[in-house]
């Protein structure tokens, strides 16, 4: 059996890496109470308040279950608030509260630390091919998981 070296994995690398950065980042933002599970959230209502979940879940990518939970979490921490869709009550708009707004620079400012400590040492040149090279792999990752959950449709 052929075995493949931790170092050599994209994946294995990347998901230390992501589980790295949410460490860092929950231990920064503890004091005002964000976890790195909210940050999408957080971020993507920061960018347009007001999304139903089912928005809100296509563009931060994550499964429902899961940001039905994180929604809850941030409703019972005042961070979010719920407003029932008129045209159909089926469905709510979420709004940032005025704490998640309060907070939302000390977590932005902390997330860029943990982002200037994980760069320490690479040019600007070599930052920007990181990112390039992550969203390629990201978009190739997407094409793959598309079009196998449309063919299992």
């Given at each position: ?7 050599k ?8 890496l992501?589980r790295?950065f949410?460490?860092?980042i ?13 940050m999408p959230?957080l971020?993507?209502l ?7 979940q ?9 499964e ?5 939970n994180?929604?809850?979490r941030m409703e ?7 407003h ?7 469905q709510?708009?979420?709004?940032l509260?005025?704490k ?6 000390t ?12 760069t ?6 070599q930052?920007a ?5 992550i969203?390629?792999?990201?978009g ?6 598309d ?7």
């Amino acid at each position: 059996m052929t075995v493949l070296p931790r170092n050599k994995s994209f994946g294995y690398q990347v998901n230390h890496l992501a589980r790295l950065f949410a460490r860092a980042i929950a231990m920064r933002n503890a004091a005002v109470g964000v976890m790195p599970g909210q940050m999408p959230t957080l971020l993507a209502l920061l960018e347009e308040d007001g999304l139903t979940q089912k928005v809100l879940r296509e563009r931060i990518q994550v499964e429902q279950p899961t940001l039905a939970n994180t929604l809850n979490r941030m409703e019972r921490d005042s961070l979010i608030e719920r407003h029932p869709d008129p045209a159909d009550k089926r469905q709510s708009f979420i709004f940032l509260t005025d704490k998640a707004r309060n907070v939302a620079k000390t977590v932005i400012t902390n997330a860029m630390a943990v982002n200037d400590t994980a760069t320490t040492g690479l040019s600007p040149d070599q930052k920007a091919l990181a990112l390039s090279l992550i969203d390629h792999m990201i978009g190739n990752l997407t094409d793959m998981v598309d079009s196998q959950e449309q063919e299992g449709e």
